[in-house]
């Protein structure tokens, strides 16, 4: 459990990182907080999402598997894994460390975590 001076330490220096980038400070990836803000981002993100749901949904009905179809189920969770950890790492890197120790970013970090 979060001790309250911990939780305040972590509200603190979130405050802090936002506040230093809405005042003008730069960014050191701006081409990436612009990447990472986008709609763009967010519906690739989404679109993965379901992708990878509509995959395991295939996986998960193959019965006689083939060497060419494991093959391609392996590179399929390699990709995924790889994305999704790169979606962490560059929210990490846009909005600081602390978005992990926000509640709704748990599972995310959770699945990522998982999975690598």
Do not use: A, Y
């Given at each position: 459990e979060i001790t309250e001076s911990s939780?305040?330490?972590?509200?603190r220096s979130s405050l802090q990182h936002r506040r230093r980038l809405r005042e003008g400070g730069r960014h050191p990836f701006p081409c990436l907080v612009t990447l990472v803000r986008s709609s763009l981002f967010e519906w690739t993100v989404g679109a993965l999402i379901l992708s990878n749901c509509v995959i395991i949904g295939w996986q998960a009905e193959q019965r006689q598997v083939?060497?060419?179809?494991?093959?391609?189920?392996?590179?399929?969770?390699?990709f995924f894994t790889a994305a999704f950890a790169l979606e962490l790492l560059f929210r990490v890197l846009v909005y600081g460390w602390t978005i992990l120790l926000e509640s709704e970013n748990y599972l995310d970090m959770f699945l990522v975590t998982l999975s690598v």
């Open positions: 939780q305040l330490f972590i509200r083939s060497q060419t179809v494991e093959v391609i189920n392996i590179v399929l969770e390699h």
